[in-house]
C-alpha cells in the first residue's frame, strides 16, 4: 500500500464540484462521467454513507468492487474499497477535503491505495497518480459540458 498527500486547484467553484460528487453516486450518471465503470448498483444509504457495487472494465475484463463513499459537503469525501476483483485492492482510500481557492475549489486529498493488477514491476505510486490524473481529467470534462 502506498500513501502519498496531494494538493490540486479544480477550477470550478464548490458548488459545481459538490453537483459532480453527487453524480458520482447516480447508477445511471456513473457511466457518463467514467466511461471505464461500466455498471453500478447502489446497496445501501445510511446518514452520509453509501455503499455501491461497480463493474470496471480493466483492460477488456470486469472486474467487480464495492465502494463505500461519505460525502460530508461541502468540506469533506471518502472513498474506500470494500472488496475488489480489481483493480484497487480492498482498504484503498481517497480522502479530500475541499475549501474555496482563487479560481476555484481548493482539493486537498491524501491518498492510501494499492492497485491489485498491476505487474509487480511497475511503480504503484507513479501509476496510482497516473490513473487519479486520468479520472480528475474525466471529472473536467464531465463539468465542461
Keep these: 500500500m502506498i500513501e502519498y498527500e496531494e494538493e490540486d486547484l479544480f477550477p470550478f467553484p464548490r458548488d459545481r464540484?459538490?453537483?459532480l460528487l453527487t453524480a458520482h453516486l447516480d447508477d445511471s450518471m456513473i457511466t457518463k462521467i467514467h466511461p471505464?465503470?461500466?455498471?453500478?448498483?447502489?446497496?445501501?444509504?445510511?446518514?452520509?454513507?453509501?455503499?455501491?457495487?461497480?463493474?470496471?472494465d480493466v483492460r477488456g475484463k470486469?472486474?467487480?468492487?464495492?465502494?463505500?463513499?461519505?460525502?460530508r459537503p461541502p468540506e469533506y469525501?471518502?472513498?474506500?474499497?470494500?472488496?475488489?476483483e480489481g483493480p484497487w485492492s480492498e482498504g484503498s482510500t481517497v480522502?479530500?477535503?475541499?475549501?474555496?481557492g482563487a479560481g476555484g475549489?481548493?482539493?486537498?486529498?491524501?491518498?492510501?491505495?494499492?492497485?491489485?493488477?498491476?505487474?509487480?514491476?511497475?511503480?504503484?505510486?507513479?501509476?496510482?497518480k497516473s490513473v487519479l490524473k486520468?479520472?480528475?481529467?474525466?471529472d473536467r470534462a464531465f463539468l465542461q459540458r
Excluded at 446497496?43 to 463493474?55: F, H, I, P
Design 105 to 128: 475549489t481548493l482539493i486537498r486529498s491524501r491518498v492510501r491505495a494499492h492497485i491489485k493488477v498491476l505487474p509487480f514491476f511497475l511503480p504503484q505510486k507513479m501509476m496510482t
Design 17 to 19: 464540484v459538490w453537483t
Design 77 to 84: 469525501a471518502r472513498y474506500e474499497i470494500l472488496s475488489s
Design 134 to 138: 486520468g479520472i480528475d481529467q474525466q
Design 36 to 56: 471505464l465503470v461500466r455498471s453500478q448498483k447502489t446497496l445501501s444509504r445510511s446518514g452520509e454513507d453509501t455503499v455501491v457495487q461497480r463493474s470496471i
Design 95 to 100: 480522502e479530500s477535503q475541499y475549501s474555496d
Design 62 to 71: 470486469l472486474m467487480n468492487s464495492q465502494w463505500k463513499v461519505t460525502l
